[in-house]
């Protein structure tokens, strides 16, 4: 699965741990979810999108759609 999480927070100006702060997970886990070694759950999908304010399919994509 493919995200813009990383571009997101960016334009936030937002480290990483501002991010897991936000979210209420680690720091660890928003790297993992940025670089696609995670998948998040989708709880925490809903609340990526709600600190974003954002639908979740502008936040994450499949990466078979996102090929095609």
Same mark, same amino acid.
């Given at each position: 699965?493919?995200?813009?999480? *990383? +571009?997101?927070?960016?334009?936030?100006?937002? @480290? %990483?741990? &501002?991010?897991? &702060?936000?979210? /209420?997970? $680690?720091? %660890? @886990?928003?790297?993992? #979810?940025?670089?696609? *070694?995670?998948?998040? @759950?989708?709880?925490?999908?809903? *609340? #990526?999108?709600?600190?974003?304010?954002?639908? #979740? /399919?502008?936040?994450? @994509?499949?990466? +078979?759609?996102?090929? $095609?």
């Amino acid at each position: 699965m493919r995200n813009r999480l *990383k +571009v997101l927070r960016a334009e936030r100006n937002w @480290s %990483q741990a &501002d991010l897991a &702060d936000r979210l /209420e997970v $680690s720091r %660890q @886990s928003v790297n993992a #979810i940025e670089t696609g *070694k995670y998948d998040p @759950s989708l709880p925490l999908a809903f *609340k #990526i999108a709600r600190v974003f304010a954002l639908p #979740i /399919e502008q936040i994450f @994509s499949d990466e +078979v759609e996102a090929a $095609s």
